[in-house]
C-alpha cells in the first residue's frame, strides 16, 4: 500500500464530484482526502484526491479517472515536485490562565487565534498533513472540542507541468 | 418550437430511425412531437426491452439504438437494459422523461433520480436544465455513444424542458468536448515493440474480443491472421467474428469454452488481446496468459489494460485502426508447427457428449439448426444453458452475427434483441434462441411482434428447469435443488396460439430437419419448442 496524491482538472459541471467519488465507492478504492474547487477558469474545476492502494490498484484509480467524460487530466502530484498544504480549524477548550501556553504552541506553527471565547479558542492553521498532524499532538493536554480539517489541496512546483486550457 | 420538438429533430438530425419506448405522463410531449416526424416508435411491453431491442438495433446497424420512457418507475425499469448495454459496450441514447424542474428533490409522483441511479452503467448522462441546451446535449450523446468504447447514454429530460420554448434551433455540425477524446491511432513505438515480439515468436495466438465487431474491425483482423497464418480463438462476445470452418480458428476460451481454446491460449508464447478485457468468464487465472508470456493488449479503452492482466505491450486504439497500421508492415513469422500442435490439441480435447436418445440433443440440433441458416442470419443466444449450447454448436459462416448478452448475462434477452435486429436490416435472418426460463422473462414481447409487423423466429429450449442454475446445484450442492423447477410454466403451444404464431415442436432428434426446415420458412410469426433432457449438462 501506498499513498499518492492525485490533481484533477474537471468540468465545473453540477455532478461532477458525485462522478468521481461514486467511482471510488463503486470499484472499491479509498479516499483519503478531497478537496475540489473552481479554476482562474470557472470552465473548470481543480480535485486534488488523497488515495492509497498498491501498484495495480493505483493505475486502475488514474485510468479509471480519465477514463470519466468530465476529466480533462489527471495528474499524480509528487512528493518533493510539488506543494501540498491542508487548512485546519481547531476549538480548544482553554481557560484564561492557559491562553499564552497555547498561543505559544500557535505561534511555533505559524497559525492564528481567529477567535475567543472565555473558556475556548479556535485556532487556524495551515500546512502539509504532517505538520497539522504533529500541531494537535502537541495540543496535549487542552481539550480539542471540535475539529475541522480540509483535506490536502495541492500543485506542482515550477512552470514544467503547468497545462495551459483553450 | 418547443424542446419535444426539438428533441425529435436532434434524432432525424441523427438519422435515427426507431425509438423503442413505452410513454407515461413525463415523456408525453416528445412522444407527441414524434407523430410529425418520419421516425417510427416501437412500443414494447415493458421498459426493459426497450434498451434490449435498442441494443439489438445497434449491433446490427451499427449506429446507437434509441430509447424513450417516462419517469420513476419507467426510468427505473430500463436500467438493467441499460446495464447490459454498457457491460456489452452496445451505444445506447436512453430519453427519460422527468418531473417538472421545480419539483425535481420534493419527491412527487413517479419521480426518481435516474441520472444518480443509472451513474455506474453509463457512459455519460445528462439533466437538461435549458431547453436551449437540447441540440448540444443530444449532439454530444450520440457522439460518446458511439466513439471510443461505445455504450450508452441517458439524457434525463423534465416535461417543463420538453415543453418549454426553443428560439433559435441549430443542430451543431461538430462536437467540442474537451475533456473527451478516445485514443483511435495505435502509438506507433509500441507498434513496433508488438513487430519484434511477434517476429520472435513460434507460439502466437490471436484472442478476439466482441471490441473487434464492435469497431468493425473484423475484415482487418481476419487478414492480418491469414496473412500471417496466426491461429485466432474468441471470447463469447467474439464468436460470429470467424467464421466456425476456418483452418486458424480454435473455438471459444473460458469456464465455458474449448477445452483445446483454452490449452491454445495456455500453450502460446505470445497472445494477442484484441477488444477484450480479459474478464473471469474468459479467462479464469489472468496470471496463466502472462506468466512466461508476452501479452499484447489492444484495446481503446486504456482502463481494460492492466486492470485484470498486467500486460506486456499495452496497445490503446481503435481495433480497425491498428490492424489497418499493422497490415502495413512487414512481418516473418513462422507458426506452421504450432497450428500442427493446435490441430492436435483440436482432436485430442474435443468433448464428446452423450445425447439422451429421448430427447433433442441440443448439440445436433444447433448444429442443424446453423447449419440451414441463410447467410447473414443473426443468431441470438439468450442467458443460461441454451447460450452455452449456442457457442459451443452454433456453425459460424462467413456473415452470421452471433449476439448475446455476455458480460452482464441478462437473461431476456434474446427476445427484445431480435425485435431490434430486424427491424435494423429486415431482409436478415433473425432467430431468437432461449430456454424456458429465459423466454418467459420476454414472452410479452411477441404482442411487440405482432403490433410492429416484425417476423418473430423464436425457439425455446425446454426443459422445464432453470438449467444452468441446476447445473451450478448438481455439481456444487449435490443436486439439492432450490428455486429451479419451472413447475407451472404455460402450455406455449396454446400461448402462442393467443398471439397467432404458427407453433412448431420437436421431442426428439426425429425429423430434426425437417421441423426446422417447416420452422424457417413460416412466413408468419412462429415457435419452435425443443424438448431438451432436463438433466442435460454443458459440460
Not at chain 1, 470519466?68 to 481557560?95: F, H, N, P, T
Not at chain 2, 513460434?202 to 473487434?212: E, M, Q, Y
Request: glycine share 8%; net charge neutral; proline share 4%.
Amino acid at each position: 500500500m501506498q499513498k499518492k496524491v492525485y490533481q484533477l482538472l474537471a468540468n465545473n459541471t453540477s455532478g461532477v464530484l458525485s462522478r468521481i467519488t461514486g467511482l471510488f465507492s463503486r470499484r472499491g478504492y479509498n479516499i483519503e482526502s478531497i478537496t475540489a474547487g473552481v479554476t482562474a477558469d470557472p470552465k473548470y474545476s481543480r480535485v486534488t484526491i488523497v488515495t492509497s492502494g498498491d501498484d495495480a490498484v493505483l493505475e486502475q484509480i488514474e485510468k479509471q479517472l480519465a477514463k470519466l467524460v468530465d476529466i480533462q487530466i489527471v495528474k499524480e502530484l509528487k512528493e518533493g515536485e510539488s506543494v501540498y498544504r491542508e487548512l485546519a480549524l481547531v476549538k480548544v477548550r482553554c481557560a484564561p490562565d492557559e491562553r499564552p501556553s497555547v498561543i505559544a504552541i500557535t505561534d511555533i506553527f505559524r497559525g492564528k487565534i481567529v477567535d475567543v471565547a472565555s473558556d475556548c479558542l479556535i485556532i487556524e492553521i495551515t500546512g502539509d498533513v504532517e505538520k497539522i498532524d504533529k500541531f494537535l499532538d502537541l495540543l496535549e493536554g487542552h481539550e480539542i472540542l471540535e475539529l475541522a480539517r480540509t483535506g490536502m489541496a495541492g500543485l506542482s512546483r515550477g512552470m514544467e507541468n503547468v497545462v495551459f486550457l483553450p | 418550437m418547443i424542446g419535444a420538438e426539438a428533441m425529435v429533430k436532434c434524432l432525424e438530425q441523427e438519422g435515427v430511425k426507431y425509438v423503442f419506448g413505452y410513454p407515461g405522463v413525463a415523456i408525453c410531449p416528445f412522444y407527441n412531437s414524434i407523430l410529425e416526424s418520419d421516425i417510427k416508435t416501437v412500443l414494447v411491453r415493458t421498459e426493459q426491452n426497450a434498451a434490449h431491442a435498442a441494443s439489438g438495433f445497434a449491433r446490427i446497424s451499427d449506429v446507437p439504438g434509441v430509447c424513450a420512457v417516462t419517469s420513476g418507475p419507467g426510468a427505473t425499469n430500463i436500467i438493467t437494459g441499460i446495464a447490459t448495454a454498457y457491460a456489452d459496450s452496445i451505444p445506447l441514447v436512453v430519453i427519460t422523461g422527468q418531473v417538472k424542474s421545480d419539483l425535481i428533490g420534493s419527491d412527487v409522483f413517479q419521480e426518481a433520480d435516474i441520472t444518480g441511479a443509472v451513474e455506474s452503467f453509463v457512459k455519460y448522462s445528462y439533466l437538461v436544465k435549458d431547453a436551449d441546451d437540447l441540440p448540444r446535449i443530444f449532439k454530444e450523446a450520440f457522439h460518446i455513444a458511439n466513439t471510443g468504447r461505445k455504450g450508452p447514454v441517458l439524457i434525463d429530460v423534465p416535461i417543463d424542458i420538453q415543453n418549454g420554448v426553443i428560439r433559435n434551433f441549430k443542430y451543431p455540425e461538430s462536437v467540442n468536448l474537451r475533456t473527451y477524446k478516445p485514443t483511435v491511432k495505435g502509438n506507433s513505438a509500441q507498434i513496433k515493440k508488438v513487430i519484434k515480439e511477434l517476429n520472435k515468436s513460434s507460439k502466437p495466438i490471436i484472442c478476439i474480443g466482441g471490441g473487434v465487431q464492435l469497431g468493425q474491425a473484423k475484415d482487418e483482423v481476419l487478414k492480418f491472421a491469414e496473412t500471417h497464418g496466426i491461429p485466432m480463438v474468441t471470447t463469447m462476445m467474439g464468436i460470429g467474428t470467424v467464421p466456425s470452418s476456418h483452418k486458424l480458428y480454435f473455438g471459444m476460451v473460458g469456464n465455458n469454452g474449448k477445452p483445446y481454446a483454452n490449452k491454445a491460449m495456455n500453450e502460446a508464447d505470445v497472445i494477442m488481446m484484441v477488444g477484450a478485457r480479459v474478464a473471469d468468464r474468459a479467462i479464469s487465472q489472468p496470471d496463466l496468459i502472462t506468466r512466461d508470456k508476452v501479452l499484447i493488449h489492444i484495446d481503446v479503452d486504456p482502463a481494460e489494460i492492466g486492470k485484470n492482466a498486467v500486460s506486456s505491450i499495452p496497445l490503446v486504439g481503435d481495433c480497425k485502426a491498428v490492424f489497418e497500421e499493422l497490415l502495413t508492415q512487414d512481418f516473418d513469422i513462422e507458426c506452421g508447427e504450432w497450428i500442427k500442435e493446435l490441430e492436435r490439441y483440436k482432436k485430442e480435447l474435443k468433448p464428446v457428449r452423450k445425447p439422451n436418445k429421448k430427447y433433442v440433443d441440443p448439440e445436433g440440433f444447433i448444429n442443424e439448426l446453423t447449419t440451414k441458416l441463410k447467410d447473414k442470419a443473426v443468431y441470438i443466444a439468450d442467458v443460461g444453458q441454451n447460450q452455452i449450447f449456442s457457442c459451443a454448436h452454433a456453425v459460424i459462416k462467413s456473415n452470421t452475427r452471433f449476439l448475446t448478452s455476455g458480460g452482464m448475462g441478462t437473461m431476456g434477452y434474446s427476445i427484445p434483441a431480435a425485435l431490434g435486429a430486424k427491424l435494423a436490416d429486415p431482409s436478415r435472418q433473425v432467430v431468437a434462441v432461449c430456454g424456458d426460463g429465459s423466454f418467459q422473462m420476454s414472452m410479452m414481447e411477441l404482442a411487440t411482434f405482432c403490433q410492429s409487423k416484425v417476423q418473430a423466429k423464436i425457439i425455446v429450449f425446454n426443459n422445464s428447469y432453470l438449467g444452468m442454475v441446476r447445473e451450478y446445484q448438481h455439481y456444487t450442492y449435490k443436486d439439492n435443488y432450490s428455486m429451479v423447477s419451472l413447475d407451472g410454466s404455460p402450455n406455449l403451444e396454446k400461448l402462442v396460439s393467443a398471439y397467432d404464431f404458427d407453433y412448431y415442436r420437436l421431442a426428439d432428434m426425429k425429423g430434426c430437419s425437417e421441423v426446422i426446415d417447416a420452422f424457417l420458412k413460416d412466413k408468419k410469426n412462429a415457435l419452435l419448442e425443443v424438448m431438451i433432457d432436463p438433466m442435460d449438462l454443458v459440460k
